[in-house]
């Protein structure tokens, strides 16, 4: 088997994905709970962590401009409920 010949790029993967996320309406806007864990407040402003439940989890970012309107101190094991929204870069 010749896996070069099979192997796509990391762009073309990711544009991939990013087309199947924007072709269902369902994943443009998601509201999720979880409970938060491996929470981290990066010096740049940007919230890092991941959204958990007994089965499942989710790797998590929270851009500065809106972790600055966080009226909370997020810490882990917190239950918290999200807004999600696919995005372009």
Do not use: W
């Amino acid at each position: 088997m010749n896996y070069e010949s099979m192997a796509v790029s990391v762009s073309d993967l990711n544009a991939y994905i990013k087309n199947k996320i924007a072709d269902d309406e369902a994943l443009n806007a998601v509201v999720v709970k979880g409970e938060i864990s491996n929470f981290k407040a990066h010096y740049t402003g940007h919230f890092y962590f991941t959204l958990k439940d007994d089965k499942s989890l989710i790797k998590c970012v929270m851009f500065k401009s809106y972790s600055e309107r966080v009226n909370f101190k997020p810490k882990d094991g917190m239950k918290v409920i999200v807004f999600g929204r696919s995005f372009s870069i």
